[in-house]
């Protein structure tokens, strides 16, 4: 199981953390990713975790969004910083085990979180 949280209300350059809190499986363990959806717009990859360590993000965000884990508590965050308008939507983290052509497919993915909603106002 995914819970996603953090999501809230935030102006254009303001910055917020989602985090994805994971059970059931490890980091190690396949691939942990987040997907954003805006209102009228198909679910898109934002950035994600595989192996636990290999890092690798949507070109719309570099610089800007970063992703951490904590193994500890399982739990895998997305730093947001620079945030613009058109980031707006429903974040959800996700879990599978794609292969590298997939990894930005939602349908690769067999495990979701419920979605945290982020709104940037300009």
């Known amino acids: 199981q995914l819970q996603a949280c953090g999501g809230g209300l935030v102006q254009a350059g303001g910055s917020l953390r989602l985090s994805c809190a994971v059970s059931?499986?490890?980091?190690?363990?396949?691939?942990v990713s987040w997907f954003r959806q805006a209102p009228g717009k198909e679910r898109e990859f934002v950035a994600g975790?595989?192996?636990?360590?290999?890092?690798y993000c949507a070109d719309s965000i570099k610089g800007r969004f970063t992703t951490s884990r904590d193994y500890a508590k399982n739990t895998m965050y997305l730093q947001m910083d620079s945030l613009k308008p058109e980031d707006t939507a429903v974040y959800y983290c996700?879990?599978?085990?794609?292969?590298?052509?997939?990894?930005?497919?939602?349908?690769?993915?067999?495990?979701w979180g419920q979605g945290t909603l982020v709104t940037v106002s300009s």
């Open positions: 975790i595989r192996g636990g360590s290999t890092k």
């Open positions: 059931g499986r490890t980091f190690s363990s396949g691939t």
């Open positions: 996700a879990a599978g085990s794609p292969i590298s052509s997939t990894r930005s497919s939602p349908e690769a993915y067999t495990s």
